[in-house]
């Protein structure tokens, strides 16, 4: 087997989410059986059950605060449309005396595209619809009570964003409405308090806050946009978790980068933390609500640390010099953390000492380090990492684009580019403007001529590379998955002298039908993006469109797509397709039946296998 293979087919699991109430019942994320899938594990036992088994796995979970029931969304073959189903922590628990509780979160990797499969489709008898009486659909959060109480969040072209209280043996009650996103954030620690995230003013990209009753009253509003008039966003990060506390964390960007502060909305106060470190910040409370759990990302990199609110003091937590994905504090204060870097790939590691959670079978096999490189492009400042084969330069060359777009590239193990170092390739990743991870002005300069922006950073690193001696110009590849996608088939079209080979994953390829076909809030999204609807701003959608670009393309092109995929549905790529064979352009599509993106490791394997052919029969 080769080693890019075992990167991909190596058992790799998520950082466990345990059980307030119950801290030695935990869920987590696992690859094991060749699908993404959930899995049970009880800590004092050792014992560890898989939970779901779908054709095409499942991602979201979460775990109530008892530990007594594991909830996790349903939709149909990656579609991301679907209901919430529940099952007994303990297969045999007879659910007498039942008592939920938790918080929902997705316990799957790195952001994935969430959970597979459908409601029917891989259940099974342990399996009950977890919120009676509510309609399929693409989901906007959910928060569980104490007192078997849920709160649910949907969203749907037709109603846009709602959400419901459901209560044991009651019918679901809505207490939320309105055409923009909005979604679920926490409940308090009494269930009496619910915090949401909303854009109500129109800004997709910059929410506001509410704190709701459960009668759907206010009860106080944090909105930095000043009604839209500001770029700058909130984010619920949970309530302080100790009975009579009803101070809730909140995600902040009013000094130019992602930082915590403390709001009680019940008084008004603000409490402005002050964390002195450079990048963004993000933060969780230690179970005891004494201190919080800081993680710090800065240029690529993560790490962690704790405020102390008694001191008013930042305190170190050791960790490895790379990438924390996720982490949390442990009733005995000690930090258990996901932890990865390019050459080394991911454990889940524990402060008080070793690996907390190790699958058993191979290990993925080692890649080489990342190289910092800093490029002076028109936005300013680019930062890529840059990863090289043995032997000398020029090397043929991937640029691999980030998705998102609001996201980044890291010191993180990727099985993909590791793959094409195996191969003899460098591998060059940017963190064009609309990243994250580089101040808010960095992520906000994407507006208007979205695409244009990203590729002229993209650009900028090419030249560099060349001219470095890194990349062969004549053995160039564009590539990436979803944003990274579109970034390649737009670049493909605008700067055709540049690229030898293009290779774009669930692209948006053709954006006004793309906007049309795409889930509500991504229709909310690509408004904020792009200042209006296609019919309102013509000229915009056709100036970021690849499909506009589609004649002056040379490279050979090679598609992939998900036939269920909601972000970048399939008939815009398939308008995009046509448009090459028209002309005889060469090009090559593969379709799967997923969403965006796949959780079976084979047909991971399968793709990167695909491309990597493309590329080197292309490249010659």
């Known amino acids: 087997m ?34 993404y899938e959930l899995y049970a594990w009880d800590r004092t036992t050792g014992a560890q059950r898989q939970v779901t088994d779908r054709p095409n796995g499942t991602t979201d979970g979460v775990l109530s605060l008892d530990g007594e029931w594991i909830w996790w969304f349903s939709d149909t073959d990656g579609d991301e449309f679907g209901v919430w189903m529940r099952q007994p922590f303990t297969p045999g628990w007879s659910g007498a005396g039942q008592k939920d509780g938790g918080e929902a979160g997705a316990v799957g990797e790195g952001g994935g595209a969430g959970a597979e499969g459908g409601a029917g489709a891989g259940t099974s008898a342990l399996d009950e619809p977890a919120a009676p009486g509510l309609a399929p659909s693409y989901p906007a959060g959910l928060a569980l009570g104490r007192d078997g109480t849920a709160v649910v969040g949907r969203s749907t072209d037709e109603d846009g964003s709602t959400l419901h209280v459901v209560r044991p043996g009651e019918a679901p009650v809505e207490i939320y409405r309105h055409r923009e996103s909005a979604g679920v954030g926490d409940l308090s620690y009494d269930g009496t308090l619910l915090a949401i995230e909303h854009t109500e003013h129109g800004d997709a990209m910059h929410s506001a806050l509410r704190v709701l009753r459960l009668d759907g009253s206010t009860v106080a509003e944090l909105d930095d946009t000043e009604g839209g008039t500001r770029e700058l966003g909130l984010e619920v990060l949970g309530f302080a978790p100790v009975a009579g506390d009803y101070r809730l964390l909140v995600g902040h960007q009013r000094r130019g980068r992602w930082e915590p502060i403390v709001w009680d909305p019940l008084t008004g106060v603000e409490t402005d933390l002050a964390v002195e470190l450079p990048g963004d910040i993000s933060a969780e409370w230690y179970p005891d609500g004494s201190e919080l759990l800081i993680v710090h990302s800065f240029e690529g990199r993560s790490e962690l640390w704790r405020y102390d609110f008694a001191k008013s003091a930042l305190i170190e937590v050791e960790t490895p010099a790379g990438t924390v994905s996720g982490a949390t ?24 000492g070793g690996v907390v959670l190790d699958p058993p079978g191979m290990t993925a096999p080692a890649s080489v380090p990342v190289e910092d490189a800093w490029v002076e492009s028109p936005g300013g400042r680019v930062h890529a990492l840059v990863q090289r084969p043995a032997g000398k330069g020029p090397f043929p060359t991937v640029f691999e684009i980030h998705g998102g777009p609001t996201w980044h590239d890291s010191d993180a193990f990727a099985a993909g580019p590791a793959a094409w170092v195996d191969h003899g390739f460098a591998v060059v990743r940017v963190n064009y403007r609309g990243s994250t991870g580089y101040g808010r002005e960095w992520t906000d300069a994407l507006k208007h001529r979205v695409g244009l922006i990203e590729l002229e950073d993209i650009a900028a690193v090419r030249r560099w590379a060349v001219d470095s001696g890194l990349a062969d110009p004549a053995k160039l590849v564009l590539a990436g998955g979803s944003w990274g996608g579109y970034l390649t088939l737009l670049g493909l079209g605008t700067q055709p002298d540049d690229w030898a080979v293009g290779l774009a994953a669930v692209p948006v390829a053709d954006y006004v039908t793309a906007y049309h076909d795409e889930m509500e809030a991504l229709k909310a999204m690509d408004r904020t993006l792009l200042g209006g609807t296609p019919e309102e701003v013509p000229e915009r959608f056709e100036a970021s469109s690849p499909l506009t670009y589609v004649d002056a393309v040379r490279a050979p092109v090679y598609i992939s797509a998900g036939v ?9 790529v398939e308008n995009y397709v046509d448009r090459l064979a028209a002309r005889g352009a060469v090009h090559e599509v593969y379709r799967y039946d997923a969403g965006h993106g796949s959780l079976v490791v084979e047909e991971r394997i399968k793709q990167v296998r695909l491309e990597l052919d493309f590329a080197m029969r292309h490249l010659k």
Not at 564 to 572: G, H, V
């Open 329 to 352: 504090a442990r009733p005995d204060r000690s930090v258990e953390y996901l932890w990865s870097s390019a050459a080394e790939p991911p454990r889940v590691r524990s402060t008080a």
């Open 2 to 35: 080769p080693e890019w293979e075992k990167r991909f087919r190596a058992p790799r699991v998520s950082l466990p989410d345990w059980a307030e109430d119950a801290p030695e019942r935990a869920l987590f994320v696992s690859n094991a059986t060749g699908t």
């Open 564 to 572: 269920n995929d909601p972000r970048c549905p399939i008939r815009q």
